[in-house]
């Protein structure tokens, strides 16, 4: 075997892998397009020709093959900007062709009961939010958010108009978490009746009602939203402004919500859940994403907060920030009970 001088600058590496870095999430919804990850679950390990053979969309480019393997071949491969491989590959024992399949974060990638999966975000990301990119530096230096400088309307209006695959989104993103998330927290066992404020179509509160069977749920986000709402016995739609007003309830529940929000807008919405408690001894319950106290190091969520700063203008918070905000609205303190998932589950105190 012939060897080779290798001479390499490890920062200049890395450096490069940016330059690419967009390549994962094209290359995931690509992936989701030609049905690769539903193929490979039903059939076993594959060829990249076998899988082009199962797709039901006639393949017309005779080089289809040779370019499917370059796409599988980046998905079982990790890389800098490709941390977590989703498929494995293996030569075949009897050919030169090389055999494809799932590994187990793929789960995530296969479709639901309802006919979507936690890959659709990244869809749905490369889909809306890509383009509000390009705003960013002018989000840092003029304020406001990509959403309005791309689209000319907040990201709520974008939600509203674009329901059903945003929706079906979430929805998978929550049928992940809320099983965890119960588990892991008891907090509407005492509850008569919650509202999920932002709670979209009602998918998050279906997970809580069938938990507590005494449990009333009212779900309530913007009317356009509501009007397709979930249907459950114990279960009432309100449409609304989390703004303006938010329905009575024993109990406020609300679910990555305040992360699209700047903070004067949170305090007024956090004001309005206390407001909605009346004179009851009940808890507003807030889950959103986890960010230590410390900003330095590896956080999961800082792409989240960079994806937040330039689509929504908005940020993520850590337990400091949400403590601060918590008392201008008027609570007495926050406390983190439990993290599921990178969430923190957190009660904000009258
Ligand atoms: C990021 S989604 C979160 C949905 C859900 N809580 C979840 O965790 O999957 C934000 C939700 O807030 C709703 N929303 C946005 N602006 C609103 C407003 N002013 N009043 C009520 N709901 C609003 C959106 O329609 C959307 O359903």
Not at 93 to 120: M, R
Not at 237 to 265: K, S, T, Y
Not at 298 to 314: A, E, K
Request: overall charge negative; aromatic content about 8%.
């Amino acid at each position: 075997m012939t060897t080779f001088p290798v001479s390499e600058n490890a920062e200049w590496v890395s450096v490069l892998s940016y330059t690419t870095a967009l390549t994962a999430p094209f290359a995931i919804q690509a992936a989701l397009k030609l049905n690769v990850f539903e193929i490979l679950n039903r059939h076993g390990q594959l060829s990249a020709q076998q899988i082009i053979d199962l797709l039901p969309r006639p393949c017309t480019n005779p080089h289809a093959p040779a370019l499917l393997d370059r796409l599988l071949h980046h998905l079982s491969s990790k890389s800098p900007t490709f941390p977590c491989p989703l498929l494995t590959a293996s030569l075949s024992p009897t050919s030169s062709v090389i055999l494809y399949s799932l590994l187990p974060p793929s789960q995530y990638f296969l479709k639901d009961a309802n006919g979507v999966s936690v890959g659709e975000c990244v869809s749905q990301q490369v889909l809306h939010f890509l383009d509000t990119f390009r705003h960013l530096d002018a989000v840092i230096l003029d304020g406001g958010d990509g959403f309005q400088k791309e689209f000319g309307h907040h990201i709520s209006h974008h939600i509203a108009e674009h329901t059903p695959k945003l929706v079906a989104a979430m929805a998978s993103m929550t049928a992940v978490l809320m099983p965890q998330l119960l588990d892991a927290y008891d907090g509407f066992a005492d509850v008569g009746t919650l509202v999920d404020v932002g709670g979209c179509t009602g998918y998050t509160l279906i997970h809580i009602l069938d938990k507590y069977p005494d449990l009333k749920g009212i779900n309530f986000d913007q009317p356009q939203i509501v009007t397709s709402g979930a249907i459950h016995p114990r279960l009432t739609h309100v449409g609304g402004n989390m703004l303006e007003a938010i329905p009575q309830a024993d109990a406020v529940f609300m679910m990555r919500i305040l992360h699209d929000w700047e903070d004067d807008d949170c305090i007024t919405i956090l004001k309005n859940c206390k407001t909605a408690l009346g004179n009851k001894h009940g808890k507003v319950v807030v889950v959103d994403f986890y960010i230590p106290d410390l900003m330095d190091g590896y956080v999961p969520m800082h792409n989240f907060d960079i994806l937040m700063m330039s689509s929504h203008g908005s940020k993520m918070r850590t337990a400091a920030e949400y403590r601060i905000m918590g008392r201008q609205a008027g609570y007495t303190d926050v406390k983190i009970v439990c993290i599921v998932n990178e969430y923190s589950v957190m009660e904000f105190l009258l």
